[in-house]
């Protein structure tokens, strides 16, 4: 009998497992962080949320509210996690499947989001056909400008950052406030900020702080036609014009964000379907 056929190396040979650890602790320590980050996130915007008691009355109320996104990313990134570091770590093929699906599916998600930004943005005449129309789901949240603080402070933080005014995918996005109930120039309106922007619709220098009536009257009526007002001191670009300019400027630096948030989901499921196979492989030893 030769050393290569000895009694010892055929049992270690037979021994062996299929199960490469590399990948299993790899996988699960990936997935317990996850974990641990949405049960944070899960946490946090639930308190939040208990905290000012919030109501959800439509579809916008949760898009434009942060606390109800974390809520609701943290409570999915923290069931999958489970799955994935459970499955894991058990070997459970029937946990790892789940992960594996749910994960592939929330990547096709985002490409077909990408896809849908692509389509918004540089084939008008397809969205039209499509019917993709967000501004007019966005329009909504400009109705709702002061019925919640969480909605106004997100929408004041998108004019400053952006330079726009307004959610319209269009040059004159200001025009926007003529739906809201404060801003309006109705005659029926006594609000003080009749025929106004909001102060974070206005253009700041460098270390300058906002001057609360520096969009004041610039959507004043004449003969149901906004007047030729000043509208020098403030942004008139809507926000989703906005982002498209800022998409086109900086597409590289997108790109490559893109890539640096999809190449890690792949190799995530290429290792979850990796370890389903090896651990299908070695059951297959014990029959």
Request: hydrophobic share 40%; net charge positive.
């Amino acid at each position: 009998m030769t050393q290569m056929d000895s009694p010892r190396r055929r049992l270690t040979r037979r021994e062996r497992s299929e199960v490469n650890i590399c990948v299993k602790y790899l996988l699960f320590f990936e997935n317990f962080i996850a974990w641990l980050v949405g049960l944070i996130c899960l946490s946090l915007g639930a308190y939040i949320l208990v905290l000012k008691k919030k109501v959800i009355r439509d579809a916008i109320d949760f898009i434009l509210d942060p606390a109800c996104v974390i809520t609701v990313a943290g409570a999915l990134m923290f069931l999958l996690a489970f799955f994935g570091c459970m499955g894991a770590l058990r070997e459970n093929t029937t946990f790892l499947k789940i992960f594996y699906y749910i994960t592939t599916l929330c990547l096709l998600g985002e490409i077909v989001l990408a896809i849908l930004a692509f389509i918004f943005y540089y084939a008008p005449n397809v969205r039209d056909q499509m019917n993709l129309f967000p501004e007019k789901t966005f329009k909504d949240a400009i109705v709702k400008y002061r019925d919640d603080p969480d909605m106004q402070n997100l929408i004041d933080s998108f004019q400053q950052s952006l330079g726009c005014c307004g959610l319209s995918n269009n040059d004159e996005g200001y025009k926007d406030w003529l739906t809201n109930l404060y801003f309006n120039c109705s005659s029926e309106n006594k609000s003080p900020e009749r025929c106004s922007v909001p102060p974070s619709c206005c253009k700041l220098e460098p270390g300058e702080k906002i001057n609360l009536l520096c969009g004041g009257n610039v959507l004043k009526l004449t003969d149901n036609k906004i007047q030729e007002n000043d509208i020098s001191n403030i942004y008139t670009k809507g926000c989703l014009k906005a982002v498209g300019d800022w998409i086109n400027t900086h597409s590289l630096v997108i790109g490559g964000a893109a890539l640096g948030v999809l190449l890690p989901q792949i190799f995530i499921i290429c290792m979850s379907r990796n370890l389903i196979d090896q651990v299908k492989a070695q059951k297959s030893k014990w029959r």
